[in-house]
């Protein structure tokens, strides 16, 4: 018989370890506290209209191509992609904007119209971005982040000075254009911080904009949950939306369970792609790794 494992919450890191998990032969049941899969990335549909709900932009290509391939399975085989050229526009005001395009070299251009020299500059910046991103997806991201002493590696150690500057202080060294240091700090929002606060080893983000493009799904970010749930069904995920759960069951210091609108489900392990923060709040205030006081002296993304 088949080790149960419920997983809590839908969305992209739920969803690709229920399929890794099917894959290693667990019997996996995801439970959805909302009425749609998906979690961040669910859609809204209303009067005709069809919303992303979460992302709305498609990045780092490479990272969905090696999700799919461990199944034998590529993102074509669930939605078809198309690379945004341009990519997007940044407005500064009524009729001033920057167009960014789907081509290294026109972005060059662009920077150089901006601030004498720094098309050159641009492309330096990129091509060490690129060597950053390259460490950073090859070698670090999929190690399990059990310890801090995972990020050290020969090519990290090399990079030790990435990790003491800030990413403002970089691009204020490089580039005095107001508008290009505003853009070039843009990225790294998406990981939910701010560019002081930031090691400029992460100008990785950098390279994922400029140098690997700005891509869509055709029907929107939902076709790629879509996608991802339909390759977890077909390795036997079994899905449950309107699915809260409201408390995780800890049995012997074993979490052994959830409970669900006053229902118990047994498994042997639970796995939660939820929020830090919340599935703490769904154990006992004994069990928990950090009080409320720790978390409210914490900012969130």
Known sequence: MKEKVIVIGSGFSSISAACYLAKKGFKIEVFEKNKSLGGRARQLKRDGFTFDMGPSWYWMPDIFERFFNDFNKKPSDYYKLERLDPAYEVYFGSNDKITIDGDLKKICLAFENEEKGAGKKLKKFIKDAQINYDIAIKEVVYRPGKSPLELITPETIKKLNYFIRNIRQDVYKEFKNSK?????????????????????????????????????????????????????????????????????????????????????????????????HHTETLLNSSLRAYSEKYWNKKTFA
Not at 215 to 239: C, E, Q, R, T
Request: proline share 5%; glycine share 10%.
């Open 180 to 276: 290009l240091r505003q853009l070039l700090q843009f990225p790294v929002l998406f990981l939910g911080a701010k560019p002081k606060d930031t090691p400029a080893f992460y100008n990785f983000m950098n390279f994922a904009d400029y140098g690997l493009g700005t891509w869509h799904p055709k029907g929107g970010m939902y076709s790629v949950i879509d996608g991802m749930v339909s390759l977890a069904k077909s390795l036997g995920v079994n899905f449950h939306v309107d699915s809260p759960v409201e408390k995780i069951i800890v049995e012997n210091k074993k979490a052994c369970g959830v409970i669900i609108n006053g229902i118990e489900y047994r498994s042997e392990a639970i796995l939660s792609g939820a929020d830090y």
